[in-house]
């Protein structure tokens, strides 16, 4: 009797907790729909456009997979396992610090904790949101996905189904464990959170790099190259992993084996289920006392001085006035006491350099001009898809951020504008200090010719400019007030818009590199001894233009708006 009691009031709770959620949701799109019909509209257009191409994009490349013969029947085996396998990780980081931020930190847990309503309830509805936050950007690729599967396959009518149900379903596991991350580093590492983050971070790419460095390079017959993938995979293909499961019940879908795709898919879910009650119940009986350790860690009486902080900001921008300098060691310090925005950008191009580095590893003929051409401009549209999610998720809620304490900025000799300028800089070199590092090994490890580096190089500072500066610009013609949740800010219809244009950006940057490339290997394959002709050089020449009017026009926006916005 006494355990439905308490049972009770957490279900009461938990639908009131969803109920007011569910409001504040309807509320957010009525007022949207009212107050700009056009842009919203033009949102979700743009959205359907990103999922078309998409979908043809990853329907050219299983295309491309089926014709390499054998290898190509190695990769549709276990092509799903890896790519679950890195979704698992980026699902787990991304939870672990959406997870720590809303219910360990300063403002949002604060007032959580004096609610009268059950901490399991909260701790179930926060979870619940940190899971669709962070798996969002994932879900977007999961509908196209599914489509290029089906059109390069014979399915039946059951895989749709089954392939959403298996994709949500893991999506739960891997979300549950960054909430146990991050109650764990909370309860007894709340000092050092960062130190643990950057510990753990550096322990799996060195396991990384040691596994796939061991992939012998000497195989090149097919018996033996098989071999020695089923000996690697066969690390990462555990039956006790969620990605094994999801990736043999999706595999069993297209199989038409009904009854094995439904027996993994029910393994996915009673696990998920279990992993979620157990997390909810044991974060929500810790989560005081967690909150409690994790504000008494951040207590430092000692003053210590930022010397290295100082130190990058002084080699990468010794150029600016004294008063900018200063608002960038500001952006600079906030970036790195900010574990969401540094640890997934080290774990998103830190799997770029490992793949990488073992570029010559492929089980393709690198020496073949053709075929490096393709490889360095899959390179290069990897990429850039990658700075286009970074700088949606993280560079465009830099201004809505500021807004709280932009009084206290205007107080300084400047002009808003000139806060735009400091965001765009500071966004452009990390972009090109990320993405160029990526493009320049990429480069090397091919040992590309020179017009092929040269163009690639320049393409790729020519995708830092446009999408830092669409972000910086539309973040600060699209700001959201009075939000401390980067995640949100990007969740809202300004990211999402910001995240289209940024994709089509990419896109049409792209496209040109492809006729750029296809003329070179008409004209001379190796690239050695050929020259830009008059179209070319247009072309060339009007990507970098393309660049410049999109982060100009895009700043030009938002500098009239924020120098007119009241806060």
Known sequence: MNASRAIEPAQ??????????????????????????????????????????????????????????????????????????VLAIMLLFSNAILTFSSLFGRDEAQYLLSMPVHARAVVAVKCTEGMLLSSWSFLLLGVPLMLAVAANTTVEWYYYPLFLAHFLSFIAIPACVGVLAAWAVAMWAPRRPLAVAIALCTLLLIGAVYWVTGISQNALESEEWIRQVFRQIGVVKQPLLPSTWTAKGIGAAIGRRVDESLFYLLVAIGNATFLCWATVNLVARCWPEAYSRAQQGRYHPVIRRPWFTTSICWLLFFYLPATLWQLMLKDIKAFARDARQWSQMLIMFGLLVIYVLNLKRLPVDTNNPTTKGLIAFLNLTTVSLILGTFTSRFVYPLLSLESQQLWLLEMLPIRRTTLLLVKFLFALTISVLSAGGVSLLAAHVLDLPPVWARLNMAVCLAVCIGLSGLAIGLGGRFPVLGERNPARIAAGVGGTFNLIASMLFVSIEMGGVAYLGTRIFEQDPGGVFFEFTPAMDRVYFGLLALALVAAGGAMTIGARHLARLEV
């Open 12 to 85: 009461s709770d938990l639908a009131l907790l969803v109920r007011c959620r569910g409001v504040q949701l309807r509320n957010l799109i009525d007022q949207q729909l009212r107050d700009a019909p056009l842009r919203t509209l033009s949102v979700i257009g743009l959205l359907i456009l990103i999922w078309v191409a998409l979908y043809f994009l990853l329907n050219h490349v299983l295309g491309h997979v089926r014709t390499w013969g054998l290898v190509g029947v190695v990769a549709d085996q276990h092509v799903f396992v890896h790519l679950f396998l």
